[in-house]
């Protein structure tokens, strides 16, 4: 029987979490008794909290109500250290403004993996979009690039101009199954062998990079990433990111890449 931890983290997006959880317990309803599944929820709304319920048929669900807004992998951080992934054979780090296909889990139990992977990029469809947003990069960045792209976020018109041509590119684009340099952050699914190796989430990163750091934990631990476009999940878009003010959206951006740049290139 496999063993799913899935750590998501809210910030005022009660009613995406309900549907989260909810698509969570069908697809966990469908692998039947081939998985225990328990999804660990983070929630760092610090106004008008509300209860979540956690209540589900299948699925077990655990709420770490911090009421702190501790970022994305800092809230992640802090939930696995309070309670561990041992023993998981997949460990889920998501957004609550996606849901999961029905046949998600059933996909995911049956996939035959190498030992060296650690990180399973899935389908993530995005209906504003409409388009797969993984694989979000196929090839690592150069240090130039990286450079460019802080250059884009430290000035804010130019990241406008960025989203309203080049951006709108990559929905024109189509890839078949397998190695990648990384995958999208929204949903992220990390095997046993990811945390043999590279061990909990440490971050130190308020929002942002997250895919340039785990695929770099990865390329450390030669570890592979894998695009396997049958495990399948819908995205909402951005329900908290969507509402950042511009100005503050660009600032997180550009400190992770200056992160990234100086830790690991």
């Known amino acids: 029987m496999k063993k799913i931890s899935i750590y998501c983290v809210n910030y005022n997006s009660y009613e995406y979490l309900a549907a989260f959880i909810k698509s969570v317990d069908a ?18 709304t610090e106004d008008n909290i509300r209860p979540i319920d956690a209540n589900e048929n299948v699925a077990t669900v655990k709420v770490f109500a911090y009421n702190k807004n501790l970022g994305y992998f800092g809230a992640v951080k802090r939930m696995m250290r309070e309670a561990p992934p041992v023993d998981s ?35 993530i469809y995005s209906t504003s979009e409409n388009r797969d947003r993984n694989p979000k990069i196929v090839n690592r960045y150069s240090l130039r690039k990286l450079r460019l792209l802080r250059l884009l976020f430290k000035y804010p018109l130019l990241n406008m101009l ?13 890839h078949v199954a ?15 062998e990811y ?15 997250e ?23 819908v995205d909402s878009d951005h329900a908290s990111t969507g509402k ?19 830790t690991f290139y």
């Open 195 to 209: 945390y043999k190796r590279c061990g909990c989430i440490d971050y130190p990163v308020f929002l942002f990079g």
């Open 89 to 123: 054979d997949f460990v889920i780090i998501s957004n609550v403004d996606v849901v999961m296909d029905e046949s998600a889990l059933v996909k995911l139990c049956g996939l035959r993996l190498r030992d060296d992977i650690g990180w399973i990029a899935p389908q």
């Open 27 to 44: 697809a966990a309803s469908k692998v039947g008794g081939e998985a225990v599944v328990t999804v660990f929820v983070a929630d760092n």
């Open 211 to 233: 895919e340039i750091y785990l695929a770099e934990q990865c390329l450390r631990s030669k570890l592979k990433v894998v695009y396997e476009p049958e495990v399948r999940v």
């Open 178 to 192: 397998g190695e990648i340099y990384g995958g999208h952050g929204s949903f992220i699914i990390l095997t046993k």
């Open 244 to 262: 950042m003010p511009s100005r503050f959206y660009c600032k997180c951006n550009a400190e992770a890449l200056g992160y990234i740049i100086r």
């Open 162 to 174: 960025y989203k309203a041509t080049l951006y709108k590119r990559k929905k024109l684009q189509t």
